[in-house]
């Protein structure tokens, strides 16, 4: 499973699936009459036309390139394929799981890290579809599985540049939310850093040890890299650093070539085609920047099967819910 996209770049086809998205409150966390204001009187009126320009920016033949790659995958592995939002929806993978006759449903969703807006809904939404039919398993989060770190750091040993780590922000109130012991996450500076229960759905502390992971294994030293969150949504205060500010800041510090991955996508999206190698890219060369380049996710290569494959070999190990 993954997010989805819209069925077409149009503000039409946007309207329908950012309303289904953002009115999901596993993303926006506000009671019914809150959601539902933010959404249809402050999004709503103008975002559909806008991001209608960015999908049209990396559409391509085959659609959306999310929708393609998982597509793909899913084929390769002789899985299903269900998004979040939109179509192929994860409602009808379901039922297609069902009408075989399958007694056991097991759930990858496709990212790295937890998220209660990314694999709280997807366990959420098949939960529900499912009932007690079946027993389901859960995917825990791979942000450290040797499989998905070694293609992210075979792929940044031949470069020379600073390298930029991006990963897709949240409110911090959903990390307080998700924190089990109550008084975790954010209490200190270096709390990510600090053992702790929390560290299970901790979407901060999990991708800063997906940096570590992959800065050790291709043998990066700490000046030559930095780490930022992108795709803020709303006035609420998301994660910090935010990555459109660190693009501007860099080349300021004297760093005018840069390369960016983006390790909490496992396939390429609206967030890395278009908000970080088009704008991202604009932003860093107005600021003084020389070069910019950006690290392509696993996708469709055979790295991405290897590693969903030894994923997929523990899958009766997944915990039932
Ligand atoms: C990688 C993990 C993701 C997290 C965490 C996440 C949180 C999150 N997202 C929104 C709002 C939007 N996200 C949108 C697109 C989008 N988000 C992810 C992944 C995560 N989101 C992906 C893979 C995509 C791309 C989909 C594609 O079709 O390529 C969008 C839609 C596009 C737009 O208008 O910007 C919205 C809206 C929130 C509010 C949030 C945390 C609360
Ligand atoms: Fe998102
Ligand atoms: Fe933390």
Redesign the pocket.
């Known amino acids: 499973m993954?997010?989805?996209?819209p069925d077409a770049p149009t503000e039409e086809a946007l309207r329908i699936y950012?309303e289904e998205?953002?009115m999901d409150p596993f993303?926006?966390d506000l009671p019914l009459p809150l959601r539902y204001a933010l959404v249809h009187w402050a999004i709503l009126p103008k975002?559909p036309a806008q991001?209608a320009e960015a999908y049209q920016a990396i559409w391509t033949e085959n659609g959306?390139?999310?929708v393609h790659y998982c597509t793909r995958l899913a084929d390769g592995l002789g899985a299903e394929v269900g998004m979040a939002y939109g179509t192929p929806s994860f409602k009808q993978a379901t039922e297609n799981l069902l009408a075989q006759g399958v007694d056991e449903i097991c759930l990858l969703p496709l990212?790295p890290q937890y998220?209660m807006?990314?694999v709280g809904s997807c366990v959420a939404g098949v939960k529900k579809v499912l009932g007690n039919r079946v027993t389901l398993r859960v995917a825990p989060p791979f942000y450290r599985e040797p499989t998905y770190i070694q293609p992210l750091a075979d792929a940044l040993k031949e470069v020379d540049e600073h390298i930029l780590f991006s990963y897709?922000g949240?409110?911090e109130r959903?990390l307080k939310k998700t924190d089990p012991t109550g008084g975790h996450c954010l209490a200190s500076a270096n709390c990510c850093t600090t053992e702790s229960p929390a560290h299970a759905t901790c979407?901060r502390h999990q991708c800063f040890e997906t940096t570590r992971a992959v800065v050790e294994a291709a043998g990066i030293p700490p000046e030559r890299y930095s780490v930022s969150f992108q795709?803020r949504?709303g006035r609420a205060k998301w994660m910090e650093p935010y990555t459109d500010a660190v693009l501007q800041e860099l080349p300021t510090r004297g760093i005018k070539q840069l390369a960016v991955i983006c390790p909490?996508?496992f396939c390429d999206?609206?967030?890395t085609l278009e908000e970080i190698e088009l704008r991202g890219q604009e932003t860093f060369l107005e600021a003084g920047g020389e070069s910019f380049r950006m690290i392509p996710c696993l996708n469709d290569t055979p790295a991405a099967f290897q590693c969903l494959e030894q994923l997929i070999k523990n899958a009766g190990q997944w915990p039932a819910l």
């Not at 993954?2 to 996209?5: A, D, E, K, Q, R």
């Open positions: 993954n997010t989805g996209s950012l998205f953002l993303v926006i975002r991001s959306s390139p999310l990212f998220a807006a990314t897709h949240l409110p959903h979407y795709s949504l909490a996508f999206c609206l967030e």
